[in-house]
């Protein structure tokens, strides 16, 4: 008997955004709170030989000056790559890094103060490309990088066999694909406090998806024990990965604080936050793959050459998910990958929704388009004749569950009259399709350590109300939403019983945090695990109350019904009142540790991981200008597998949220530099896609119920952003026939690829006849 699971529900949190209510880090205010400020390179790559802080020190009004020497300890999100200071030790690595910092009365004073900071630097050789840095570098930007270059990670990997397989294929088709960096472009900018109070303990809020990571690092960082630190997480007004590393802002607050012993806040502007980035790595792709003569994907070799910026962040991850990510929703039994990540001196790249798989993702369903345009065969005919079956294991090791990436195809096929408009529209209008797969969590954690990587507490009292501890970061997923939901329903209560507290590391168990699209699969199950838990507790009262077996009642509607004889009921609070008596507040602990073991013995097996993946199907009709160029999505026909839909109106937000931020990546999002400058960073000259340019989108939710996720639910919040891109490059080309191989793709660029293409054709045509 479904209770709350599987119905369209409001965000618990929803009123509280919407109205104001909300408290976010920038709202907080604590007595004699100070402005930090900091001090940013105007040099790409250069050495500091020398900081005068006096003039800074002396002014009036001022309360600490910070510099690198004062912090030098590392960090970092992954232990394998910690490579972060708070602020900049021997030398800057891009315009915009840390050099200093300063806590003063007011944010003026804060700002004279900088600008009385002295600092002398030399000069060092820049590197603002992949191809600068992955040559041998006269300065490399980190010590102990591949031979004596930046190169951060390189990963390779081969399965089957390539030559055979390429030698067997009926079509192979190789391009080279051009991504420019994107960024998140969140609401709310960075914002910390920290405060280290009387009591010699540091509290620091912040805006973050992992306030357990950042824990971790404040520790590492201050060399202080993580008990004598307490991490808050305020609402967080949009993340999107962006706010999933531990951060040097995060560091010098909570430094600052130490030094003058009063709170600091650092709040950034919108410049800053495009310096800060953490953004979709910019790469280049090359790829090349083969259909056989019954139109199967024979082979995939793949290339990727990342520009990391200037830390390491999630990169070790992204050079491994640019290439493994692949591995589905087809069968690709033969696989060669070679990533290389490089350091250069820009702003850091790191995680980014979809991470890692998105720009790969393009170049591959493109590439196939092509593939199916040279054998003559329809572009879902072959997507559907080579899907991975449920329950297989692929060539990499991946343990495929559910699947249901075969309705998708075909609901998406028959709402979008794809038959009858296929290569059938008028020139200017076309329709295009991609597939895609993600992660449902990783399978492994990045410490390595026998921690679960969620955890659920549960009180229940008097009153009635139950409170669900969880570190897990509500970012405007829908997070608390779902955690109330996998409470409620085993407990047979209505929503307005429960309390989510999952915001301070004091008072709620370790969560790994929201990245990975983990938080549904993981702390849904714990949550489902605690609730449990307690329903026993209550069945058990329901059986002292009336007599009948325990095992026969049921908990629906604030009651617990005796299902073989429904007029035997007990109210929720009759059998919470006998579950306490003598005894107390019912307590529970529910937690998730990680799937059954699984993947290979090889280097790099564990990437990728995951105990389920969602699949994905859209269909996109767009319009291409014939005069301008400009391109315009008409419809969307979003299909996702989702597992099981806990909350429909949750999962519809999510695909329409991927869809709108896709299409922004897709047609108009860049990063622009001039020799290491950001040039566009504010969301003016940064464009997105604004409400009006949003199409009509048909969600269309496949629920193939998998068997390890909670109420069989798995991911649906990042993976609905991966086909959007490339079904909107095969419909440009379905509507004008040219290939676009460099995102965005912008009228420009279209334009270009048409003269190109009609140039070619006047050569060919002028050619003569043999």
């Avoid at 991850?317 to 060669?336: D, E």
């Avoid at 993600?438 to 990045?446: D, P, Q, T, W």
């Amino acid at each position: 008997m479904a209770n709350i699971i599987g119905k369209p529900v409001p965000l618990v949190d929803g009123l509280k955004k919407t109205t104001g209510e909300g408290i976010y880090t920038d709202d907080i205010k604590l007595p004699n709170m100070l402005v930090g400020k900091i001090l940013r390179s105007p040099h790409a790559h250069a050495r500091i030989k020398r900081i005068d802080i006096r003039r800074a020190e002396q002014l009036p009004g001022v309360h600490a000056v910070l510099t690198g020497k004062e912090a030098p300890h590392t960090f970092g999100v992954l232990p394998i790559s910690e490579d972060e200071t708070a602020l900049a030790v021997d030398k800057v690595i891009f315009i915009g890094d840390h050099v200093a910092a300063v806590a003063a009365d007011d944010e003026e004073t804060a700002l004279q103060a900088l600008r009385l900071i002295e600092v002398e630097y030399e000069e060092l050789p820049v590197y603002r490309k992949f191809e600068d840095s992955a040559q041998p570098v006269a300065e490399a930007i980190h010590p102990g990088s591949g031979n004596g270059t930046n190169i951060h990670k390189e990963v390779r990997q081969e399965f089957g066999d390539l030559a055979a397989a390429r030698a067997g294929s009926r079509q192979v088709k190789s391009a080279r694909y051009d991504f420019m960096g994107v960024t998140h472009a969140f609401t709310e900018p960075h914002c910390v406090i920290a405060h280290y109070d009387a009591d010699d303990r540091m509290t620091v809020w912040s805006a973050q998806q992992v306030p357990h990571y950042l824990h971790r690092a404040l520790a590492r960082v201050l060399q202080m024990p993580m008990h004598r630190i307490r991490v808050i997480r305020p609402m967080v007004g949009g993340a999107f990965g962006g706010k999933s590393d531990p951060f040097p802002h995060e560091m010098v607050a909570a430094l600052l604080s130490r030094k003058c012993r009063r709170p600091v806040k650092i709040l950034f502007d919108r410049e800053e936050v495009f310096l800060n980035n953490h953004g979709r790595h910019p790469t280049h792709t090359e790829i090349t793959m083969g259909l056989d003569a019954a139109g199967r994907i024979t082979f995939l070799d793949l290339q990727a050459d990342i520009d990391g910026g200037a830390w390491g962040s999630f990169g070790v991850v992204t050079t491994y998910y640019n290439g493994v990510l692949n591995m589905g929703p087809y069968v690709i039994n033969n696989f060669r990958y070679h990533g290389r990540r490089a350091y250069t001196n820009k702003p850091p790249s790191g995680a980014m929704r979809g991470h890692g798989a998105v720009n790969s993702r393009f170049a591959v369903e493109t590439l196939l388009d092509e593939l199916c345009e040279a054998a003559g065969r329809d572009p879902c005919d072959v997507r559907l004749n080579n899907l991975l079956p449920a329950n297989c294991t692929t060539v990499n090791g991946f343990r495929i569950t559910s699947n249901g990436t075969r309705e998708c195809i075909l609901r998406a096929r028959q709402a979008s009259e794809w038959d009858r408009k296929f290569r059938k529209l008028p020139y200017g209008r076309g329709i295009g399709v991609a597939c895609g797969f993600y992660i449902s969590g990783s399978a492994h954690r990045i410490h390595f350590n026998d921690l679960p990587q969620a955890t659920v507490h549960l009180k229940i009292d008097m009153d009635g109300g139950i409170t669900v501890h969880c570190l897990a970061a509500e970012i405007g997923q829908g997070s608390d939403t779902m955690l109330a939901q996998c409470v409620a329903e085993p407990l047979g209560v209505k929503l307005d019983r429960i309390r989510i507290f999952a915001s301070d590391s004091d008072a709620d168990p370790i969560d790994l945090g929201s990245y990975s699209s983990r938080v549904t699969f993981m702390a849904g199950n714990a949550a489902r695990e605690a609730a449990l838990q307690i329903r026993e507790k209550l069945v058990q009262a329901a059986h002292a109350l009336t007599g009948y077996p325990a095992e026969g009642f049921v908990a629906a509607n604030e009651e617990l019904i005796y299902q073989r004889d429904p007029r035997v009921r007990v109210s929720f609070m009759q059998a919470l009142e006998k579950a306490l008596a003598n005894n107390g507040a019912l307590l529970a602990k529910g937690k998730y540790m990680g799937p059954p073991p699984m993947g290979g013995s090889f280097k790099g097996a564990r990437a990728g991981l995951s105990p389920s993946y969602s699949f994905q199907c859209y269909i996109a009709e767009v319009v291409v200008d014939t005069e301008t160029f400009a391109p315009r999505v008409e419809k969307v026909w979003a299909a996702h597998d989702c597992g099981r839909a806990l909350n429909p109106l949750a999962v519809q937000g999510q695909i329409e949220g991927c869809i709108h931020m896709g299409l922004g990546q897709a047609l108009m999002e860049e990063m622009i530099y001039n020799r290491g400058n950001v040039l566009n960073a504010n969301l003016l000259d940064y464009r997105t896609l604004t409400p009006r340019q949003m199409p009509e989108v048909e969600v269309i939710i496949v629920e193939s119920d998998d068997p390890e996720g909670p109420w069989g639910a798995k991911e649906a919040g990042e993976g609905p952003l991966l086909p959007i891109l490339p079904a909107v490059a095969n419909a440009i080309y379905d509507a004008i026939g040219v290939r676009l191989r460099s995102l965005p793709m912008t009228a420009d660029k279209i334009w270009k690829a048409v003269q190109d293409q009609k140039r070619i054709a006047r050569r060919r045509a002028a050619l003569p006849v043999s």
